[in-house]
């Protein structure tokens, strides 16, 4: 029988989030744990008082609850089978089943722990230096490793828990984060009559007000009055009261916007629903993330931010431990201090890295009085502990003498009163830029985007009267891009002249009580585990190691050293990887610079990028016809096509000797009409086609503004004004926007109609294709008359075509397209035609097998987001001759250079066929790239297309291919395998 976990909650406290009178069981690695509605994971089990959560990634050393905010690391636990979940945010559910991760056997015992005495075995970069000889280790060192890393496990046999939503949403102004300054802007901006859309990732709004007792007096706040003059929560609970009653705001809480894209697009993870909002302002008052503090052992559990203690206390009626230091660098220290002596913790000292707190300090004084030492200028030097923090060590402050520490001081709880980075991330998602401000130690926003706003302490404010200004200012001037601006404008004077009048002399405005020195590092025996990224396991010494190594630019030491690269994205290091960098080379912290933010701000479930599970089907009016057929059917984008009837064999034979049909209904297809109709093909294309006579076809290639290759298909003239251009099956609705592109671009008097689900098509080929269709048509179809290459208009089996006679898979072979409607009846009609002939249907496999028969390029198989025309032999598409197309000035750099690799068929010496994209290798090391490869059933080899340095792109040049993991031997060629001459299919 599962054990019972008990712990000890605190008496009721006015601000808990937790239902008392609810109660809930829930397991924890086979426990069972008690809990409250409204609890999260992390909470249950520290009232509970199970201390470690989860293991390092790399030394696997003990962690515990860090945050409270689910935005570290420390928390991450498997949740009824979904891996990678925050348990300090996740709330419990009734019979949940929990389980950690990344520890083996248990947390308390871990094998994997011996990692943390075999540090010297991974230092910073190891992978890039050890393991690379003899050639074999590399191989086995790679397994362990991959085995060894990571923290969850996907269970791919497990039934996905949750089915995600997407749901669109536009609102007038989103106001991101639900603090004091969001709160303030969202009334801000309703009182205009607006719609306001308040997003907010935590539970409940309020921010840190939620967890401060400290009394705020009467503030003069223009457009707020009596809002301000309580405690934080008293505080927070007028503002968010003024919110729920007005009817223009809409709150969105526990979500978090993960990103900001182009014209304020803003996703919003919500539950299970991914929410994509799209704003005409956005006003971003994210706060800041408090961070952890450097010192030996640092990580033990029990040692956790203040904010964190705070939350447990204030929000879930938790004892964050019984005997607690606090270490500060601001005044915040001492009312967490206080608060934990008032919720019945120890209080053993406050450890203050300043030669002295703010003079008439409240906090401090109360602590005094009731016989808490106050430590000023020391800092903790070192943690003790094996799975939870016993007792610290602390120094003078800068104390050279071997006598300068503190005897030990006994605690169980840590609580780090540290440093304050501002969560700008989405800012700079946005476009946004930042200066480095000396006085408060962040980035400070500068030259904001247009229609978005900051507020608050993402700022680098860190008062309440301040924090409130500026979010009404930001919440109107926001509005104002919504509604008329000259009714607002007044109101926007008064907030901007009250907030003006708090600016110091040093620019911040205003400011600010938090008085946090730049990170300081330790000395390299103090260093040795002093971790800077809890991701990562990422320490100290790591960083001015990697330093040394010549890896000095943040952006590379953040590579090298994968500081900020794990789940809390920098959250929790980014500040303290900056201060080091700067400190070890000499820069200040300006010069040194941050990393790049790139979204997503949190991590993302993959589900709830990809949506629901349902995806609108296409399928073709033939499908019917291919069931009944026996045709086994492959997604292909969103349309069903035949892959096959049987054998793939059998049918390739069927066309190379008798007649066949497929369906290609899905391709794509464009109507591009107008008297500059040619001239905008002749930009977009690489090739000329306002030369292209009526009636003729000529093949062509798209390219990117890079010369990379976008697409391919055929271009038909069917009027002096009128085109029909072909697309491949996935590309057309990207072919279709870049050609509206360019036409707005040119100004071009050219129309551009989708015409894809208005045509069926089949393409019949086979050397009795011209006999069957004969019998259908009244259209000459004699080589003499209508020859390949060549288009018309007719009749086919009574109804409307377009007949394309072109030849893909290499036979004589026409494609007809008719009206959608009659797309089963020509289908039929044709099959019944061709019975005497040995007509067979064939599909995608064997298509595939043909054209690579003829060594035709399938785009985005056989090319990549790099090829361009002339890697893959198709010098003879590109015309120079034109003044100008889409890519022709890469596509010149690339003739004059020549190509590094070019594309080549190859067969096969010993009968074997590799798999789609193994490696040609050479020496044992790979040189290029297999694209596409089958059996050929009409030359009994395997054979295909594969990327080979120029070099070896010569007739029979030898080659090796991996097949089943070993070389086999190959030889190339550049002419297609069948028909070279090209005679049968222009007979």
């Known amino acids: 029988m599962a054990r019972t976990v008990h712990g000890q909650r605190l008496a009721p406290q006015p601000t808990e989030l937790i239902d008392r009178n609810q109660n809930m069981e829930f397991q924890f690695d086979g426990r069972r744990v008690n809990a409250h509605q409204g609890d999260t994971v992390a909470s249950a089990l520290h009232a509970a008082g199970v201390s470690i959560l989860s293991r390092g990634f790399k030394y696997h050393r003990p962690r515990g609850f860090l945050c409270g905010a689910g935005r570290c690391p420390n928390c991450l636990v498997n949740v009824d089978g979904v891996p990678n979940v925050r348990a300090c945010t996740q709330p419990v559910r009734q019979a ?26 991974m230092p910073v970069g190891f992978y890039y230096k050890a393991f690379h000889r003899p050639k074999f280790l590399w191989g086995l060192a790679q397994r362990v490793i991959r085995r060894v890393g990571g923290l969850g496990t996907i ?38 009559g607006v719609g306001v859309t308040l997003v907010d990732d935590q539970p409940a709004l309020g921010g840190h007000l939620l967890f401060n007792s400290r009394h705020f007096g009467s503030i003069n706040l223009s457009g707020l009055p009596d809002l301000v003059d309580g405690s934080g929560p008293e505080v927070a609970s007028r503002l968010v009261q003024q919110v729920i009653e007005s009817a223009n705001i809409e709150v969105i809480s526990g979500a978090t916007v993960f990103a900001q894209y182009q014209d304020n697009l803003l996703p919003i993870l919500h539950g299970d629903e991914l929410v994509k909002l799209r704003a005409k302002s956005v006003v971003l008052a994210t706060g800041t993330y408090e961070v952890p503090l450097q010192f030996q052992n640092n990580d033990l559990p029990g040692i956790m931010l203040a904010t964190a203690a705070q939350r447990l206390i204030h929000l879930y009626g938790v004892k964050p431990g019984n005997t607690a230091v606090v270490a500060t660098v601001n005044d915040q220290g001492y009312q967490v201090a206080l608060e934990l002596l008032n919720s019945g913790v120890d209080m053993a000292a406050v450890v203050d890295v300043r030669p002295t707190y ?64 501002p969560a700008n991330a989405l800012l700079q998602h946005a476009g946004g830029s930042l200066n480095y401000n000396e006085k408060s130690g962040e980035g400070i926003p500068h030259d904001l985007p247009n229609g978005v706003y900051v507020a608050g302490e993402v700022t680098g404010v860190h008062d309440l009267a301040s924090s409130l200004l500026q979010g009404r200012l930001a919440g109107l001037e926001a509005a104002s891009l919504v509604s008329d601006p000259g009714s607002i404008q007044e109101e926007i004077g008064r907030v901007q002249q009250r907030l003006n009048a708090s600016e110091t002399e040093s620019g911040i405005i205003p400011s600010s009580p938090v008085s946090a020195p730049p990170v300081a590092a330790p000395t390299e025996s103090q260093g040795k585990k002093n971790f800077v990224c809890f991701c990562e396991d990422v320490t100290v010494k790591d960083i001015s190691q990697a330093i040394e190594e010549g890896f000095e630019d943040i952006q590379m030491l953040k590579r090298y050293s994968t500081a900020t690269m794990g789940p809390c994205q920098g959250k929790m290091c980014l500040k303290a990887l900056v201060g080091l960098c700067a400190q070890y080379t000499g820069r200040t912290i300006g010069d040194t610079g941050g990393t790049t933010a790139r979204p997503p701000v949190q991590p993302v479930p993959l589900a709830a990028l990809a949506g629901p599970s349902h995806m609108a089907v296409k399928r073709t009016p033939m499908d019917q016809n291919h069931r009944e057929l026996g045709a086994s059917m492959v997604d292909l984008g969103p349309w ?51 030369n292209l006579r009526v009636g ?36 057309v609705d990207l072919i279709e926007e870049w050609f509206n592109w360019w036409q707005a671009g040119t100004g071009s008097c050219a129309h551009v109609t989708n015409v894809t689900s208005a045509y069926a098509a089949v393409n019949v080929a086979g050397p009795r294709a011209r006999d069957t269709l004969t019998k259908l048509t009244d259209v000459d179809l004699s080589e003499q008359s209508f020859r390949y290459m060549r288009s018309t208009q007719g009749d086919v089996a009574g109804v409307p075509a377009i007949l394309l006679r072109i030849g893909f898979v290499g036979e004589t072979g026409w494609e007809i397209h008719v009206p959608a409607e009659y797309g089963q009846h020509i289908w039929e009609t044709i099959m019944e035609a061709g019975s005497e002939f040995g007509i067979a249907p064939f599909g995608l496999e064997a298509q595939r097998i043909l054209r690579l028969e003829k ?58 066929v590799p798999e789609d994209g193994v490696p040609v290798v050479s020496g044992g090391k790979p040189i290029g790239k297999v694209t596409s490869a089958r059996f050929s059933p009409t030359m009994h080899k395997g054979f295909g297309l594969a990327w080979v340095p120029a070099e070896l792109a010569q007739d029979g040049t030898q080659i090796s291919i991996l097949v089943n993991g070993k070389p086999r031997p190959a ?17």
């Open 96 to 121: 949940m089943n929990v389980r950690h991760q990344n520890a083996w056997p248990s947390l308390n015992l871990d094998f994997l722990s011996v990692l943390d005495r075999l540090q010297w075995l």
């Open 155 to 192: 269970d791919i046999d497990a039934d996905p828990v949750t089915t995600y939503r997407h749901r669109y949403h536009h609102s007038d102004v989103v106001v991101v984060g639900g603090g004091p300054a969001g709160l303030a802007a969202a009334l801000g901006a309703a009182e205009q």
């Open 358 to 421: 703010s003079h008439g300090l409240e906090a401090a004084t109360a602590l005094i009085s009731r016989g808490v030492p106050l430590l000023t200028g020391h800092a903790i030097t070192h943690a003790t502990g094996k799975n939870r923090v016993r007792a610290v060590v602390v120094a003078r402050q800068n104390a050279r003498s071997p006598d300068s520490s503190v005897s030990p001081i006994t605690c169980d709880l840590v609580c780090m009163a540290g440093d304050f980075q």
């Open 640 to 690: 069903q096509r035949a892959h096959s009837y049987g054998s793939p064999q059998e049918e390739c034979l069927a066309v190379r000797q008798r007649v066949g049909i497929i369906d290609v209904t899905t391709l794509g297809k464009l109507e591009v009409t107008g008297r500059d109709a040619g001239a905008l093909l002749d930009k977009v294309y690489t090739h000329h086609f306002s």
């Open 696 to 731: 003729r076809i000529r093949y062509g290639l798209l390219c990117s503004d890079n010369s990379t290759i976008m697409d391919d298909g055929t271009v038909t003239r069917l009027a002096e004004d009128r085109y029909f251009v072909t697309t491949t099956t996935g590309n």
């Open 855 to 912: 060594m035709h390029v399938i785009v985005g198989q056989d090319t990549d987001a790099v090829s361009n025309p002339l890697d893959i032999g198709m010098d003879w598409v590109v015309r120079f001759d034109k003044e100008d197309f889409i890519g022709r000035e890469g596509l010149k750099l690339a003739s004059e250079r020549g190509p590094r690799n070019k594309l080549v068929g190859f067969i096969m010496q010993n009968g074997q």
């Open 971 to 987: 030889h190339v060629t550049l002419q297609p395998f069948y028909d070279p001459e090209g005679e049968r299919l222009r007979q």
